[in-house]
């Protein structure tokens, strides 16, 4: 592994039906992040975490889930999936900066193209 | 929260040069990050402005006035290549970054 990875690719998904998003890095970081990616609304926070066990809540929280069991690894879980869902989800990583609190560079997984029908 | 503004698109000329805007609202925290996002693909990093000026890297610069909230990214000798969005991100909160809906540029022979 390089970097930082998503699975699966895409997918397809019935309304109502459980959906888990993998993200793994190998850069030992210790900040996660996952975005949606939507026209017109750009990069949007979904779920955070700044270091394995902890996580927090971004912008657009509602109806996904997170857990930090490990530094590397941060699954973003879909409960019970919606068509409002359909996006393409990025997780992102970065190290937590010297600077408490200051932000530091995100690096970018490949994403994961998801459509809820 | 962190609002961000920068064109929907722009069209320059293979070879030209183009500058792209970002206004922000200030906050306790300091940096501006510019990404490039080409179709289909996960952004990648191009920029971290921490203090105020104008910083080079090869063909792309980017400047920073912390007081006025404002950057802008600087491409020189425009390569086709170089069509992609462009993506501004402002410090957000503890760790975390806001993103600009980005800017779309198309590069044309």
């Known amino acids: 592994i390089a970097g930082i990875t998503q699975a699966p690719t895409s997918q397809i998904l019935a309304a109502g039906r459980r959906m888990t998003l993998r993200c793994t890095q190998d850069?030992?970081?210790?900040?996660m992040y996952w975005y949606r990616q939507d026209l017109g609304l750009g990069l949007r926070l979904i779920h955070y975490?700044?270091?394995?066990?902890?996580?927090g809540k971004g912008e657009v929280p509602d109806g996904y889930s997170v857990s930090r069991a490990n530094t590397d690894d941060f699954p973003l879980t879909l409960a019970s999936a919606v068509p409002s869902q359909t996006s393409v989800y990025f997780c992102?990583?970065?190290?937590?900066?010297?600077?408490?609190?200051?932000?530091?560079?995100?690096?970018f997984g490949p994403g994961t193209r998801l459509t809820v029908l | 929260g962190q609002n961000i503004d920068q064109p929907t698109e722009m069209t320059a000329t293979e070879g030209a040069i183009v500058q792209i805007n970002c206004t922000y609202q200030?906050?306790?925290?300091?940096?501006l990050f510019w990404y490039q996002q080409h179709a289909g693909e996960a952004p990648t990093f191009l920029s971290y402005?921490?203090?105020?000026g104008l910083e080079e890297k090869g063909r792309f610069s980017s400047f920073l006035s912390r007081s006025k909230g404002y950057s802008y990214l600087l491409l020189k000798e425009l390569q086709m290549k170089d069509s992609a969005s462009y993506l501004c991100?402002?410090?957000?909160?503890?760790?975390?970054?806001?993103f600009g809906t980005g800017t779309k540029l198309q590069v044309i022979p």
């Open positions: 992102a990583s970065s190290r937590i900066s010297l600077a408490g609190g200051q932000p530091d560079t995100q690096y």
């Open positions: 850069m030992r970081h210790n900040a």
């Open positions: 975490s700044n270091t394995a066990g902890t996580t």
């Open positions: 200030t906050s306790g925290f300091n940096g």
């Open positions: 402005n921490v203090l105020d």
């Open positions: 991100a402002a410090p957000g909160g503890y760790q975390k970054v806001t």
